[in-house]
């Protein structure tokens, strides 16, 4: 089942979201629990202009200490938080929304509990 979560980067709670200011927003880090429940931390660049379509991504496992460490590190670099991301559905009108009713909430919900079913690395 697919979960969406906010980011939420209140005192020393995960996961964490910066972004480089001096780099016009193309490079990002995010730090997290993965679905092993590790602590993973994703840094990812993608390129704009001449370098538009190169992305680049390190990702690691790493302790909470090493998370708190590193996302001290970047705030004393000038980082900046990421916004938290905005959830937009679009309705097979054409129609985009960012509530569902709850008819549209149980018919998404059955068709991602199908998804998961066929999802063949759980």
């Known amino acids: 089942m697919f979960k969406i979560e906010?980011?939420?980067n209140e005192g020393d709670n995960l996961p964490f979201s910066y972004f480089d200011p001096n780099s016009g927003g193309t490079v990002r880090w995010v730090?997290?629990?993965d679905q092993d429940?590790?602590?993973t931390s994703v840094f990812h660049y993608e390129g704009e202009?001449?370098?538009a379509g190169v992305r680049d991504k390190v990702c690691n496992y790493i302790t909470m200490d090493q998370a708190l460490g590193?996302?001290?590190t970047l705030i004393n670099q000038g980082?900046?938080?990421s916004g938290k991301p905005t959830v937009e559905y679009t309705l097979p009108s054409g129609e985009k929304t960012d509530k569902l009713n709850r008819q549209q909430r149980r018919r998404l919900k059955k068709y991602l509990d199908k998804q998961a079913k066929k999802n063949p690395f759980k």
């Open 6 to 8: 906010a980011v939420s």
């Open 70 to 72: 590193i996302r001290n």
């Open 37 to 39: 429940n590790k602590i």
């Open 49 to 51: 202009g001449e370098e």
């Open 31 to 33: 730090c997290g629990y």
């Open 79 to 81: 980082w900046k938080e």
